[in-house]
């Protein structure tokens, strides 16, 4: 999953939810070396990237990307599942999108002195930026994958296209997507559970 799954997968808890955020920000030793009080969102992070990457919707519809993106397709199923979320929010969650986009960017501020110093400004500009809104916007996307296309170079499949065939593909993404993030989310609150 992505930034916003990882963020709502949270459940409101902000330690929990700056350890969740902060994995994919930061190398591994960086990550084992974040406060104690962020480790549980830590685990909780790659338990839900463990959870995903073995369910059986999500394998399948990561099998079906494969001809046309390649290795990359792991990870733009992650991107997919973040906007399939945000276009489907009310579905999977009680609280408000924009109410909960708003707690975000508090907690993020509020805890910025926490974090390493390395990704202080960048997570500064998400926020100045609201970028969690930009997940339901199909253009957002689009620079999103051009972006990402920037950053990895050698595979045999562009990123340019993976918009339009978000677009073409919206009603089945969002179809496995709805059928199994409930799974995903029973998954993370029972972590939670028992963890206390």
Not at 104 to 124: A, C, F, G, H, T
Request: aromatic share 14%; charged share 20%.
């Amino acid at each position: 999953m992505n930034y916003l799954a990882h963020l709502e997968l949270s459940f409101h808890d902000t330690d929990v939810m700056i350890g969740n955020f902060l994995v994919d920000l930061l190398n591994k030793s960086k990550v084992d070396g974040l406060p104690e009080k962020y480790q549980l969102g830590v685990e909780l992070h790659k338990q839900i990237d463990s959870f995903t990457d073995n369910h059986f919707l999500v394998r399948c519809f990561v099998q079906d990307l494969i001809p046309t993106f390649g290795k990359l397709s792991p990870v733009i199923a992650d991107i997919f599942f973040d906007y399939a979320l945000a276009h489907n929010w009310n579905t999977h969650t009680k609280t408000n999108f924009s109410t909960f986009q708003k707690n975000v960017y508090q907690q993020l501020e509020d805890n910025l002195w926490d974090m390493p110093i390395e990704v202080r400004d960048k997570v500064s500009n998400w926020v100045k930026h609201k970028w969690l809104g930009h997940y339901s916007d199909l253009n957002a996307m689009k620079m999103v994958f051009e972006r990402l296309n920037k950053r990895i170079a050698g595979f045999e499949s562009s990123l340019l296209t993976a918009h339009v065939y978000l677009y073409d593909n919206q009603e089945n993404v969002f179809n496995v997507f709805n059928e199994f993030y409930p799974d995903l989310q029973n998954h993370a609150k029972k972590i939670l559970v028992e963890s206390i």
